[in-house]
């Protein structure tokens, strides 16, 4: 489930309680959390509604100025039901501190690589990981698509694996395209000694 940046920040200070999506499959349940920029965001209720009986309280509680601009956005969606989710901020997101440790402690470094020898091992184009961190260093902040054909791979491909180099500390990812994190960029010094 993705949210635009003002409206994490919403979530995260508290002003936006609730979400709405118009979704053929329904995607999160209650309970479930959500990895954002901002931190874990926690799905706390789901529940159909009709397009109709969206109110402009609710609308408001969503970012929006009122419903009817939130109606408008939902029906440029042809199919699908329109679900009403709320969501509170839950934590702050580990991967910010993990990107901040540069200094590797005994095994932490090894550990690290022998992570992305096993992303690479069971990726189906073989070695990636070090390209990829190699291309986001030279390249940073590019569009992603931009940066998917320096790395000579698909736009999407690039945006799924960025994020589990990301969810290993190693990339920080910006609007738009994305840097190393220190620890990303300690990593990359030590396999170039």
Same mark, same amino acid.
């Given at each position: 489930?993705?949210?635009?940046?003002?409206?994490?920040?919403?979530?995260?200070?508290?002003?936006?309680?609730?979400?709405?999506?118009?979704?053929?499959?329904?995607?999160?349940? =209650?309970?479930?959390?959500?990895?954002?920029?901002?931190?874990n965001i926690k799905i706390v209720s789901?529940?159909?509604?009709?397009? +109709?009986?969206?109110? %402009?309280?609710?609308?408001?509680?969503?970012?929006?100025?009122?419903?009817?601009?939130?109606? +408008?956005?939902?029906?440029?969606?042809?199919?699908?039901?329109?679900?009403?989710?709320?969501?509170?901020? %839950?934590?702050?997101?580990?991967?910010?501190?993990?990107?901040?440790?540069? +200094?590797?402690?005994?095994?932490?470094? =090894?550990?690290?690589?022998? =992570?992305?020898?096993?992303? %690479?091992?069971?990726?189906?184009?073989?070695?990636?990981?070090?390209?990829?961190? +190699?291309?986001?260093?030279?390249?940073?902040?590019?569009?992603?698509?931009?940066?998917?054909?320096?790395?000579?791979?698909?736009?999407?491909?690039?945006?799924?694996?960025?994020?589990?180099?990301?969810?290993?500390?190693?990339?920080?990812?910006?609007?738009?395209?994305?840097?190393?994190?220190?620890?990303?960029?300690?990593?990359? %010094?030590?396999?170039?000694?």
């Open positions: 489930m993705l949210f635009k940046q003002k409206h994490l920040e919403g979530i995260k200070s508290g002003k936006i309680s609730l979400a709405f999506r118009k979704w053929k499959k329904l995607t999160v349940s =209650e309970g479930n959390l959500i990895k954002t920029s901002v931190g789901v529940e159909e509604i009709a397009l +109709q009986n969206i109110s %402009d309280e609710e609308a408001e509680k969503a970012g929006f100025k009122n419903a009817s601009s939130l109606v +408008q956005l939902l029906e440029e969606q042809k199919e699908g039901a329109i679900y009403r989710i709320g969501v509170v901020f %839950d934590s702050e997101d580990p991967r910010i501190e993990l990107r901040e440790r540069f +200094q590797f402690e005994e095994g932490e470094l =090894e550990g690290l690589k022998s =992570e992305l020898e096993i992303l %690479d091992k069971y990726s189906k184009i073989g070695k990636w990981t070090t390209k990829t961190l +190699q291309v986001i260093r030279e390249n940073p902040k590019m569009k992603a698509a931009d940066l998917a054909v320096k790395a000579k791979k698909e736009k999407e491909w690039l945006k799924l694996n960025v994020r589990k180099l990301k969810s290993l500390g190693l990339t920080i990812s910006h609007e738009p395209g994305y840097t190393l994190s220190p620890r990303g960029e300690a990593y990359m %010094d030590s396999i170039e000694k």
